[in-house]
Nanobody, 123 residues
Framework: QLQLVESGGGLVQPGGSLTLSCEASGFALDYYAIGWFRQAPGKAHKGVSCVSGSDGSTYCDDSVKGRFTISRDNAKNTVYLQMNSLQPEDTAVYYC????????????????WGQGTQVTVSS
């Protein structure tokens, strides 16, 4: 059974940092594109950052460029999202998702989704 499990969310003050992890089971991440998405209360989910499974290409939404970094450790079957300089507007439930195709992931319609982890940025 293919499964994605996020961890690392929590409460952080503005300007702080968090690292989210997305661990896969039931399949090898090597062959999949992985994306991080977020959904704030009352808003649609939005792509944050994605990494391809084939050539390591990445995509990053303008709102997080220079602050968030996506990386993958295929040996651990895990993808990370390093988030720095967090702001209150980054508050959301963060989801990781996987798909065989990078374009599909960037488009926001990957096949497989995790259950999400809450990130709250507040003083």
């Amino acid at each position: 059974q293919l499964q994605l499990v996020e961890s690392g969310g929590g409460l952080v003050q503005p300007g702080g940092s968090l690292t989210l992890s997305c661990e896969a089971s039931g399949f090898a991440l090597d062959y999949y594109a992985i994306g991080w998405f977020r959904q704030a209360p009352g808003k649609a989910h939005k792509g944050v950052s994605c990494v391809s499974g084939s050539d390591g290409s990445t995509y990053c939404d303008d709102s997080v460029k220079g602050r968030f970094t996506i990386s993958r450790d295929n040996a651990k079957n895990t993808v990370y999202l390093q988030m720095n300089s967090l702001q209150p507007e980054d508050t959301a439930v963060y989801y990781c998702a996987a798909d065989r195709y990078f374009a599909t992931t960037v488009a926001g319609v990957p096949d497989y989704w995790g259950q999400g982890t809450q990130v709250t940025v507040s003083s």
